[in-house]
């Protein structure tokens, strides 16, 4: 099988001795019959372009290494191609592997393809900043508190200390006003200062926040959380870390397939999407049904 590896050299894992790792990984490939491309990204959001031109040229398997940005980038480029995909994770929270359980190990998950079996599934698409800007995405979209930290999330300290750069940003909100946002979703209308729009339970690697919902699912569990100020999170955050967060006054779970949600005036709200910066609100986000087959346990 003509296979190419799409790794991005800035994750996490290849920040030292990255290209041993990937050769490593190369090898493991061709041992179990793959015919190895191995194509590093040139910087952000060019996995997805590397995908769709091996995709054109008959490429039959791609590999994505690195964190979910760089999945999420891949995947950008086969939505709606029969070519598999199948993640290695090298990135700091490696959400979709920890959903199905492929594990943190790099190499191990190269040594495990064989295992893996083809699932269709469906994704997510959001569109935002009044339509100017398309994106889909495997595992979540966040609007409002979490895309703010994601947007403001230090780069270099990210590099160096991974989600530790996460909290940093998130202290940095600490006693603050938040925007309110007005989401539409099958008709009923709710105010949220934060909504996560997932297809997984896991959420940064550690915790869950929507727990009734799995990467093979045709509908959203979106999650809606409630306060004018920041100070209202430390309630929610112990309630995520004690699995007690549904039924909490001021957080609403409901499933959609589609919803609405816009921003008030004079205030800038974000969108991120499996973990990155997507926009910004008005958005409109919906299921893409069919999308993309992925390889999994």
Not at 100 to 114: I, Q, T, Y
Not at 269 to 279: N, W
Request: contains cysteine.
């Amino acid at each position: 099988m003509n296979t190419v590896l799409i790794y991005n050299p800035r994750a996490g894992k290849f920040r030292y001795g990255g290209k041993e790792l990937i050769r490593r990984a190369a090898e493991i490939l061709a041992q179990a019959g793959h015919d190895v491309i191995v194509a590093p990204t040139t910087g952000p959001r060019t996995a997805g372009a590397i995908a769709r031109e091996h995709i054109a040229r008959g490429a039959g398997l791609i590999v994505a290494a690195g964190g979910d940005g760089t999945i999420n980038e891949a995947a950008e480029g086969m939505v709606h191609s029969a070519v598999p995909l199948v993640i290695l994770p090298a990135g700091t929270a490696n959400v979709l592997a920890t959903e199905m359980k492929l594990g943190s190990n790099f190499l191990r998950a190269a040594g495990r393809l064989g295992e893996l079996r083809p699932r269709r599934i469906s994704i997510g698409q959001v569109t935002c900043d009044g339509g100017r800007i398309a994106r889909h995405f495997l595992l979540m979209a966040g609007v409002g508190l979490d895309a703010h930290i994601v947007y403001h999330v230090s780069a270099g300290l990210k590099a160096y200390t991974g989600k530790f750069a996460y909290w940093v940003a998130g202290c940095s909100l600490l006693g603050r006003r938040l925007p309110q946002i007005q989401a539409e979703i099958e008709g009923q209308k709710r105010e949220c200062s934060f909504a996560l729009v997932s297809k997984v339970r896991n959420y940064g690697g550690d915790f869950e926040i929507a727990r009734h919902v799995t990467i093979f699912d045709d509908r959203f569990e979106i999650v809606l959380f409630q306060g004018r100020t920041s100070l209202r999170y430390i309630k929610y955050f112990l309630g995520m870390v004690l699995r007690r967060l549904e039924g909490m006054n001021g957080v609403t779970v409901l499933r959609g397939d589609h919803l609405r949600l816009s921003h008030p005036t004079g205030r800038r709200v974000y969108v991120q999407i499996d973990g990155e910066f997507a926009g910004h609100l008005p958005a409109e986000i919906r299921i893409i049904p069919d999308a993309l087959t992925l390889l999994v346990p």
